[in-house]
């Protein structure tokens, strides 16, 4: 059964900074690895999704890495903005699924 | 449609009442995915459908709980004798499935249920 950890919990930064947010899962054999947002009291957004055979994806300001062999996924954030502020959530499948298992996310705030 | 959508967006009930959620997933899509999300917790997996395969149920929490979707598309979770711990959002999801692995879930709103 794949579990999901994210690191930190949670993070409160200044504009500006260049963030990393954390993922670490325990089954390898993946088809793929996604990140989504949420922001308070609303749906999942899709952010970025890795195939097996991918390194890194980016889009805008963000960049997500996959180390299949270590179990681990950073997203990063460049030049971080309060529009930013919202829970991040990876999501990786156990080998041979479909169905992704969800970390319990990184709250993050951006503040002016 | 454009998205995924849920019904009800919020729902309140008394202990022991049934609930029915409807979850209209993307056109076309042929994977869907129910997850529910309790106060402070985690995204916990339900139920999963994929075109005509059986459904695989193994995240329902007990047998009060079953989905069914009708001709690949809407899809029905229904909740019986609901308990306050069946208070949570119960999200929706669905997408196109590719072999590559390439599946982008798109969520609903989600249905916020709170039992009393």
């Known amino acids: 059964k794949q579990e999901v950890t994210q690191i930190p919990a949670a993070l409160s930064v200044p504009e500006g900074e260049n963030l990393v947010l954390n993922c670490s899962f325990t089954d390898s054999a993946i088809y793929n690895l996604q990140w989504f947002r949420q922001d308070p009291g609303k749906g999942l957004t899709s952010l970025l999704l890795i195939q097996s055979s991918q390194r890194e994806q980016t889009s805008g300001r963000l960049n997500a890495s996959l180390d299949k062999s270590s179990g681990r996924s950073t997203l990063y954030i460049a030049a971080s903005q309060p529009g930013d502020s919202a829970t991040y959530l990876c999501a990786v499948p156990s080998g041979g699924s479909y169905i992704p298992t969800f970390g319990r996310g990184t709250s993050l705030i951006v503040h002016p | 449609g454009a998205g995924v959508s849920q019904s009800p967006s919020n729902k309140v009930t008394e202990k022991g009442k049934d609930v029915e959620l409807r979850c209209d997933p993307i056109?076309?899509?042929?994977?869907l995915y129910w997850y529910r999300q309790s106060l402070g917790q985690g995204l916990e997996f339900l139920i999963y459908f994929q075109g005509n395969s059986a459904p695989d149920k193994s995240g329902l929490p007990s047998d009060r709980f079953s989905a069914e979707r009708t001709g690949g598309s809407v899809s029905t979770l229904t909740i019986q004798r609901t308990q306050q711990e069946d208070s949570a959002v119960y999200l929706c999801?669905?997408?196109?499935?590719?072999?590559?692995?390439?599946?982008?879930?798109?969520f609903g709103a989600g249905s916020r249920l709170t039992v009393l």
């Open positions: 056109s076309g899509h042929t994977a």
């Open positions: 999801a669905s997408s196109a499935r590719q072999s590559s692995g390439a599946n982008v879930l798109t």
